[in-house]
């Protein structure tokens, strides 16, 4: 498995990382445990979790997922040998406000105090006294987060980009985080919180973690290049589209035990000429005698801004096939009919 840098930081990541958030409502603990160590084994050294996880979110399973990944590390004896990154919730209101992940009830923020009781939080589940990256889930002011159509109420209070990198430069100091993320994060975000850095010598963010995927390049169009430039590479997250990529969904079909059928909550993968531009990219990958979720995993890890993809697997033949996708050969012309495609049908999942 290659590996990248994260950021300017020295820490070597896995070009692949373990997506973790089906651990707790989807999978078992016993499951977690055994996609780890097929993860580990394969060369994956770097996890990716939250504080809100399992997903979707809800009291009863928040926290789940990190305490699975805890009982491993205390099993297994190999924390020194994982990168491992967990998120603190952003301004509640993309969730309803989530007021039962906090203590006294209070939407979620990125406030010092809400971040010392999360960061806190997430140690304690994980069993560990550090996080090699902790990343602000999403932004703590009103943007348009996980797919929303329109930015409303610019005006809205949030956290300022230094106050939150002074809360987190405390943990820092301290030797409980060793690097700092974004995540959900839009340009003007993205800069403002490098030039807080600079200019106040705070902790520099490492990477940026957004959806990115055959049906979803927005990234391109002004991270990618803060991305290349900033040493800020992105972690590709939702890489398959939440399994359309797979043609799992194709003609209306809903696999038992599949998200949509357990939540549906996939209309941000289902808007007008979603389904269109999926089946054309599925098409291309079996035209090549590919897996159409490894055409896509390999599309990801082929970007020049990405640092890392990552893959979330309910069942050890998926994670399996997922893994493999990083020993593809990308050839020139899978990216120009990856190309043409996506000029033909741009960006229908945003």
């Not at 997506?19 to 996609?35: D, I, P, R, V, Y």
């Not at 580990?40 to 926290?63: C, H, K, V």
């Not at 990308?330 to 990216?335: D, K």
Request: charged share 25%.
């Amino acid at each position: 498995m290659d590996t990248s840098q994260l950021g300017r930081t020295g820490i070597q990541v896995s070009r692949c990382c373990l997506g973790t958030m089906t651990w707790g409502s989807q999978n078992t603990e016993a499951e977690a445990h055994a996609q780890m160590d097929y993860a580990l084994e394969r060369g994956i050294n770097f996890w990716d979790t939250a504080e809100m996880y399992a997903s979707p979110p809800n009291p009863e399973t928040q926290g789940s997922t990190e305490r699975h990944i805890g009982s491993w590390l205390a099993k297994s004896g190999k924390r020194d040998q994982i990168v491992l990154a967990s998120k603190v919730a952003g301004q509640g209101a993309a969730f309803g406000g989530l007021p039962w992940m906090r203590k006294d009830g209070a939407t979620t923020r990125q406030t010092r105090a809400q971040i010392d009781e999360a960061l806190e939080g997430s140690l304690r589940r994980l069993g560990t006294d550090y996080l090699d990256l902790y990343q602000l889930h999403w932004p703590d002011r009103a943007v348009r987060t996980f797919g929303g159509m329109t930015f409303k109420d610019y005006d809205q209070a949030f956290e300022s980009f230094g106050d939150i990198l002074e809360a987190l430069d405390r943990h820092v100091k301290a030797g409980t985080i060793r690097a700092i993320g974004v995540s959900n994060e839009f340009p003007w975000g993205v800069m403002k919180f490098l030039a807080e850095s600079e200019a106040r010598g705070l902790p520099r963010i490492a990477s940026i973690q957004n959806a990115y995927h055959l049906a979803n390049r927005t990234f391109e169009f002004g991270l990618a290049e803060i991305a290349v430039r900033e040493d800020v590479g992105l972690l590709a997250y939702s890489p398959l589209a939440q399994g359309w990529l797979t043609g799992k969904y194709l003609d209306g079909a809903v696999p038992e035990g599949s998200r949509k059928a357990l939540y549906n909550r996939m209309q941000r993968y289902e808007g007008p000429g979603a389904e269109a531009a999926m089946r054309s990219y599925i098409a291309l990958a079996r035209d090549h005698g590919l897996d159409p979720a490894q055409l896509a995993l390999k599309f990801c890890d082929t970007r020049a801004f990405v640092t890392a993809t990552i893959i979330g697997a309910t069942s050890m033949a998926q994670l399996k096939t997922n893994i493999d996708a990083f020993d593809l050969t990308w050839t020139e012309e899978l990216e120009k009919a990856v190309t043409a495609l996506h000029v033909r049908q741009p960006n229908p999942c945003p």
